[in-house]
């Protein structure tokens, strides 16, 4: 059975990121160290996961932002 929560602890997320770099890029946890990375680039409660029988198997994160418009005005934005 999958199921799919909310990651909220820091050693759970740092598993999130090494998870999506395996998955998008095809390599191994360790390539880089992420010891700041939680802390730089997420923010809390955007990220998911996905585990199959006790395993993170997917994760899912998203990011606030600004779209720039035409006549140089912006509004807010979320980012995946």
Known sequence: MTVVRLIEDNDTLVSAVETFIHA???LSGGTASLDNWVERFVEPGRVFGAWVED???GTTN???GEI???GGG???AMQL
Do not use: D, R
Request: negative net charge; glycine residues 14%; without cysteine.
């Open 68 to 70: 720039t418009l035409p």
């Open 55 to 57: 395993e993170l198997a």
């Open 74 to 76: 912006g509004v807010s």
């Open 62 to 64: 998203s990011y606030t």
């Open 24 to 26: 998008m890029f095809g």
